[in-house]
């Protein structure tokens, strides 16, 4: 069974750091598309960073803030959020693909897993 599992999500105040883990068990991603994608209340659920082997991508209200980046022996990817804002607060929730892309997916639909979410809440 895949499991996806977050950690790492906690509360700081505005301009503080956190890095966020996903864990993944059950199949190994070295070779397929990671994400992570965040929802705040009464919104709906927006793409942040994407990796795959070699590339990644970040939506344009996190570069520069955020780093993604993966450790395949471990099966885990991160999110690094530095210098953080109020409008980072959200559920952040990892994402795992089960196919190969010519593009760096950004898109929930092109996900097959996912984690359960950890939530982010910066305060001002």
């Known amino acids: 069974q895949v499991q996806l599992v977050e950690s790492g999500g906690g509360l700081v105040q505005a301009g503080g750091s956190l890095r966020l883990s996903c864990a993944a068990s059950?199949?190994?991603?070295?070779?397929?598309?990671m994400g992570w994608f965040r929802q705040a209340p009464g919104k709906e659920r927006e793409f942040v960073a994407a990796?795959?082997?070699?590339?990644?991508y970040y939506t344009d209200f996190v570069k520069g803030r955020f780093t993604i980046s993966r450790d395949n022996v471990k099966n885990t990817v991160y999110l690094q959020m530095n210098s953080l804002q109020p409008e980072d607060t959200a559920i952040y929730y990892c994402a795992g693909a089960s196919r190969l892309f010519y593009h760096l997916p950004t898109i929930g639909s092109e996900y097959d897993y996912w984690g359960q979410g950890t939530q982010v809440t910066v305060s001002s």
């Open positions: 059950g199949r190994s991603f070295s070779r397929y598309a």
């Open positions: 990796v795959t082997t070699g590339r990644t």
